[in-house]
């Protein structure tokens, strides 16, 4: 037998007798449980092979607190300028880190500005709504206190929403209860959770929110930022709105209302502390004349489809009553059906900012730029917002003929200092007494400090990219192929 244990070729057939296949069979079994054996230690050594590959690598090294910002940044996507948006499940991805191992895990839980962001988006979220809701607790208790936001994208028709029904018994009503526990979790848990509520993003139909807004005036002491954006029957639910008021904190209010009747007329707010407001689009611009926000800085408008002479009415009783705004220094207006006619008159109720947006532009704006143009040999004492030092410009494509604004260029060399400027006599008293100070290229007249033009297809001549390259570094110019109105 042993000559066919030998490592050569076998030729022919082979006859064994029964002891010499009990041998074989033996010998076998021996070599798979050496076989085995071997692969054990493989396992134990492999494990140990990588543990120490494990404890060597750089992430081992990296400090409790680095990884913390981490886990932070991979929740804010730093790329959005650290916005979180209602449909990202964060839920799921800080469930995610957790699970790598136990120091991160560790880590996860006990950070709390990771908890400190709450998003729910139905019906992407939910499976959320599903179960004793305990999950919110637990994500309450682990923010310890930290300063909440709460971003809420619900449906915007309370009869129907395709999505929701298969998961409560194809009611909405159902849904409407699940949703209603669920904020009931934050404002009425006896850890006073609603205390820390610092903003509130609200977008769907008012019935989803009605624990909230019917809460009474002063619930929300640390409340720092309002968005809302509700269905049109937002008033015929509710009669008014107090739980915004009795919120020292609360400085700005965005609102967005596609509908003929403002909710501004059901929702009441402490104007006098607001230094942000936002309204868009037309009907809540009428409401403007019943606020009285002198402490305003940053005011944000959507022209829509008012009539100018109504938009000048109401915008003067507004600053009448607001002392004239002294504080405000940005303006943002999205210029819907507004026409080149009324672009400057619409400017020159707001001659003190020194930051101006233009969203929406689908119309030659090269005579504004040339009104806006510093010429110092000619006496000029009413430039079209003479203080601005911050300029944007949002093109909306496809309804011109999208060609680069050439005057835009000069304008902007005209109100900029060289690289190397010449000694400019500062003091305190400079501008009274008729000398320019080291903001301003002119008397009264500022220098822009930064430019953004935004659209992709606008079509520049030769003559405009020589003047781009003549903008002194004291300027910022950028163009933005993003952000296209």
């Keep these: 037998m042993s000559q066919f244990l030998l490592p ?6 082979i006859w064994l007798s029964p002891v010499e296949k009990a041998v074989l069979h033996k010998q076998v079994a021996m070599i798979n449980q050496e076989i085995a054996s071997l692969d054990s230690q493989k396992d134990i050594q492999l494990a140990l092979l990588a543990s120490v590959k494990n404890i060597l690598s750089p992430v081992r090294r990296v400090p409790n607190e680095v990884l913390a910002h981490i886990f932070d940044d991979v929740l804010y996507h730093p790329e959005n300028s650290k916005k979180y948006y209602a449909q990202r499940n964060i ?8 699970r790598v191992c136990v120091v991160w895990r560790h880590v996860a839980h006990t ?4 908890w400190s962001t709450l998003c729910l988006s139905i019906p992407k979220h939910m499976c959320a709504l599903v179960g004793d809701l305990e999950w919110v607790e637990e994500w309450l208790m682990r923010s310890k206190g930290l300063p909440l936001d709460v971003y809420l994208i619900l449906p915007q028709n309370i009869k129907h929403w395709p999505g929701c029904e298969s998961w409560f018994n194809k009611t909405c009503d159902s849904l409407v209860d699940r949703l209603h526990k669920f904020l009931e979790k ?3 848990e006896p850890a006073h959770h609603r205390d820390c509520v610092s903003s509130l993003i609200l977008i769907g139909h008012s019935t989803f929110f009605s624990p909230l807004l019917k809460l ?12 809302l954006q509700v269905t049109k029957d937002f008033s015929a639910s509710l009669t008014q709105v107090k739980a915004f008021l009795g919120a020292p904190k609360l400085r700005e209010v965005e609102i967005i209302e596609p509908y003929e009747e403002s909710q501004l007329k059901t929702i009441l707010l402490p104007a006098e502390q607001l230094i942000n407001l936002k309204l868009m689009p037309g009907p809540g611009i009428s409401f403007l004349q019943c606020f009285i926000v002198p402490l305003l800085e940053d005011l944000d408008l959507d022209y829509g489809d008012i009539e100018f002479q109504d938009f000048c009415e109401i915008i003067t009783k507004f600053q009448r009553q ?13 210029l819907g059906s507004m026409d080149n006619t009324v672009l400057i008159p619409v400017l020159d109720f707001f001659p003190r900012i020194n930051s101006l947006q233009l969203v929406g532009i689908n119309f030659d704006v090269n005579f504004l730029f040339e009104a806006m143009t510093y010429n110092p040999s000619t006496e000029q004492n009413s430039l079209p917002v003479p203080n601005i030092s911050t300029l944007k410009l949002v093109f909306k494509m496809n309804n ?12 902007i060399l005209s109100r900029t200092l060289p690289d190397r400027p010449s000694k400019l006599q500062v003091d305190t008293g400079a501008a009274t007494r008729g000398k320019k100070t080291r ?8 220098r822009l400090q930064r430019v953004s033009v935004c659209g992709s297809e606008l079509e520049k001549a030769t003559e405009d990219v020589a003047h781009i390259a003549e903008i002194p570094s004291t300027t910022i110019y950028s163009e933005c192929w993003d952000c296209i109105g």
């Design 8 to 13: 050569s070729r076998i030729e022919g057939p």
């Design 91 to 98: 839920g799921k991805t800080l469930s995610t880190l957790s």
């Design 111 to 114: 950070t709390p500005k990771l």
């Design 186 to 188: 934050i404002i009425n």
């Design 216 to 227: 009474p005036a002063s619930s929300l002491p640390g409340l720092k930022r309002v968005f």
């Design 322 to 334: 607001s002392g004239y705004i002294p504080n405000l220094r940005s303006l943002t207006v999205k």
């Design 400 to 411: 011109w003929d999208n060609s680069y604004p050439s005057k835009l260029l000069s304008m």
């Design 439 to 446: 903001h301003e290229v002119g008397v009264g007249v500022h």
